[in-house]
């Protein structure tokens, strides 16, 4: 029997969908800007909407964090599932994929393990939210200071000339300061900020990623199997030199790289890494180029 080689999702329909969820967010606290701006001159008026508005940016970043979660736990433990199935699978256990899945069972180790890939993850996009709140907030409070002293300007008579501030206070300008200054997934320690759609793309599609290693590796150390052998795609950077190498998924197998210190160097298996692994019982299903150009990966490695 050959290896069953299972490509790997891309997540796209995924990322896309948990994007919208703060897309959404991020429309609705548009609007409630837009009414703070068109609406009231009093200044008592003013601060008031300012402390209903800053409640409301809980509310809507609330609801979001609460869908967030919902969608992440079903669809990492999906992911996870997905790699137990693609385990049993690819040695032979079962006929196809789908039957593979449906004999899919949870042990402890499996619930503890895809428990804390979940976690983490909401924590990472959990972090990126709280910034945002955080700017969010700041916007509002200055929008408001900025409405009040043109609305001040214009209640002695003076000619407010239109400049960047009144700019900032229409709904396209709103729009831009909201998605610039306030949906920021994470600003990095370079002091660059990262855009609210990108990094929640990239936690996603890795964490999704992750899950299904995990599922791989948790069900083929609890049926005592450990090899695998890296996809091949012909990559250009650092990963081709990784491509078509065995290696042991829970480092039980001796004269193999483990994955866990090859993630670690950060030139495999790293955010948006397209390389999967194929597992497989023995290294006789393999064709002998299969096993000479792991053997001369490996050696180089070890260089």
Same mark, same amino acid.
């Given at each position: 029997?050959?290896?069953?080689?299972?490509?790997?999702?891309?997540?796209?329909?995924?990322?896309?969908?948990?994007?919208?969820?703060?897309?959404?967010?991020?429309?609705?606290?548009?609007?409630?800007?837009?009414?703070?701006?068109?609406?009231?001159?009093?200044?008592?008026?003013?601060?008031?909407?300012?402390?209903?508005?800053?409640?409301?940016?809980?509310?809507?970043?609330?609801?979001?964090?609460?869908?967030?979660?919902?969608?992440?736990?079903?669809?990492?433990?999906?992911?996870?599932?997905?790699?137990?199935?693609?385990?049993?699978?690819?040695?032979?256990?079962?006929?196809?994929?789908?039957?593979?899945?449906?004999?899919?069972?949870f042990s402890m180790l499996a619930q503890e393990t895809i428990d804390t890939i979940?976690?983490?993850?909401?924590?990472d996009l959990l972090s990126a939210t709280q910034l945002t709140s955080k700017r969010? %907030?700041?916007?509002?409070?200055?929008?408001?200071?900025? #409405?009040? *002293?043109?609305?001040? !300007? =214009?209640?002695? @008579?003076?000619?407010?000339?239109?400049?960047?501030?009144?700019?900032?206070?229409?709904?396209?300008?709103?729009?831009?300061?909201?998605?610039?200054?306030?949906?920021?997934?994470?600003?990095?320690?370079?002091?660059?900020?990262? %855009?609210?759609?990108?990094?929640?793309?990239?936690?996603? #599609?890795? *964490?999704?990623?992750? !899950? =299904?290693?995990? @599922?791989?590796?948790?069900?083929?150390?609890?049926?005592?199997?450990?090899?695998?052998?890296?996809?091949?795609?012909?990559?250009?950077?650092?990963?081709?030199?990784?491509?078509?190498?065995?290696?042991?998924?829970?480092?039980?197998?001796?004269?193999?790289?483990?994955?866990?210190?090859?993630?670690?160097?950060?030139?495999?298996?790293?955010?948006?890494?397209?390389?999967?692994?194929?597992?497989?019982?023995?290294?006789?299903?393999?064709?002998?180029?299969?096993?000479?150009?792991?053997?001369?990966?490996?050696?180089?490695?070890?260089?």
């Amino acid at each position: 029997m050959s290896i069953r080689k299972i490509p790997e999702p891309t997540y796209d329909k995924d990322s896309k969908k948990i994007i919208k969820m703060y897309d959404k967010a991020r429309q609705a606290i548009i609007l409630e800007l837009l009414k703070l701006v068109e609406t009231g001159s009093n200044d008592k008026v003013k601060i008031n909407q300012q402390a209903s508005m800053l409640r409301q940016v809980d509310f809507i970043l609330a609801e979001l964090n609460a869908n967030v979660q919902a969608t992440l736990e079903e669809g990492l433990l999906a992911s996870f599932t997905e790699g137990q199935a693609v385990l049993s699978y690819s040695v032979g256990d079962y006929k196809s994929l789908k039957e593979a899945t449906e004999n899919v069972a949870f042990s402890m180790l499996a619930q503890e393990t895809i428990d804390t890939i979940m976690q983490d993850t909401f924590d990472d996009l959990l972090s990126a939210t709280q910034l945002t709140s955080k700017r969010t %907030k700041q916007i509002v409070r200055r929008v408001v200071s900025e #409405k009040m *002293k043109i609305d001040m !300007a =214009r209640a002695k @008579g003076y000619d407010v000339m239109k400049s960047s501030v009144i700019e900032e206070l229409t709904k396209s300008g709103l729009s831009k300061t909201v998605t610039k200054d306030g949906f920021v997934g994470i600003i990095d320690k370079a002091g660059r900020k990262w %855009k609210m759609s990108n990094y929640v793309d990239m936690v996603v #599609k890795t *964490k999704y990623k992750q !899950a =299904r290693f995990e @599922g791989l590796r948790t069900k083929a150390l609890e049926d005592d199997i450990d090899l695998a052998i890296i996809s091949s795609h012909g990559a250009k950077d650092a990963c081709r030199k990784y491509e078509g190498m065995i290696i042991s998924m829970n480092g039980t197998t001796k004269g193999y790289p483990s994955y866990s210190e090859l993630r670690k160097s950060n030139e495999i298996f790293h955010p948006r890494c397209k390389h999967t692994i194929y597992p497989f019982r023995s290294p006789d299903l393999l064709s002998e180029d299969e096993r000479q150009k792991s053997e001369e990966q490996i050696k180089n490695y070890r260089k």
